[in-house]
């Protein structure tokens, strides 16, 4: 069975520009939750998705939005890219919306230069 | 203000013998524990977790401990084995936050031949 996929590896992008990350879950988890990872740090909790309407938001500001689709995908979108977001972006699934461990995809090394 | 506290950055112990790794948390919702592997360039892996209802659970050579009453975590490997080599990361969750997951910042475990 394919576990959490997400694309694209590697990004770079500029200071000021537009982002899209995107997530496939396992097969029959409904429940999608993004993270930031920088270097030396644990994951930090960006969003949780489940049945396609947002059910957590972390301590992120505006520019970062998300949103998942009928068959259980997700996006996450970063606005106005800062120096500061350049990190590993995180996808997991989950079966349930709450309870369960989480699974992660490879990440998305994002670098803003 | 860290809720999820790995306090030892890196861990050496001779292959063959048991590893110890150790969390504090200071959140008393939090009832539900996980611990992950990650190898670099790849996501989280999901080891174990434990709910707050009970103190200990096993999976073959990995076995979690929780005591609520020191917040205290912790997971025991045995035997340590070289694949075991990894950053080991913490997360815990609570339900009145619909379960998401706070981490600590890790611990890198090096298994010595």
């Known amino acids: 069975d394919a576990g959490v996929t997400q694309s694209p590896t590697h990004l770079i992008k500029t200071r000021g520009q537009q982002v899209t990350l995107r997530c496939s879950p396992i097969?029959?988890?409904?429940?999608v939750s993004w993270y930031q990872q920088v270097l030396g740090q644990g994951p930090q909790f960006i969003f949780q998705?489940?049945?396609?309407?947002?059910?957590g938001r972390g301590n992120f500001p505006d520019r970062f939005s998300a949103r998942q689709f009928p068959n259980y995908s997700s996006e996450l979108n970063v606005n106005a890219l800062l120096l500061g977001d350049s990190a590993l972006y995180l996808c997991?699934?989950?079966?349930?919306?709450?309870?369960?461990?989480?699974?992660f995809g490879p990440g998305t090394r994002l670098t803003v230069l | 203000d860290q809720q999820v506290k790995q306090n030892s950055p890196s861990l050496s112990v001779q292959e063959g013998r048991i590893s110890i790794l150790n969390c504090d948390y200071t959140n008393s919702m939090f009832d539900y524990f996980l611990w992950y592997k990650k190898y670099p360039a790849e996501g989280p892996t999901f080891l174990i977790s434990?709910?707050?209802i009970k103190d200990k659970n096993e999976d073959g050579r990995f076995t979690v401990f929780l005591n609520k009453s020191a917040k205290h975590l912790s997971l025991h490997i045995v035997p340590s084995q070289p694949g075991d080599s990894a950053v080991y990361f913490c997360?815990?969750?609570?339900?009145?936050?619909?379960?998401?997951?706070?981490w600590g910042a890790g611990t890198k475990l090096i298994i010595k031949p």
């Open positions: 998705y489940y049945e396609k309407e947002e059910r």
């Open positions: 997360a815990a969750s609570a339900m009145d936050s619909n379960y998401q997951l706070i």
């Open positions: 434990i709910s707050s």
């Open positions: 997991a699934s989950s079966l349930v919306l709450a309870g369960g461990a989480q699974y």
């Open positions: 097969s029959g988890h409904k429940s």
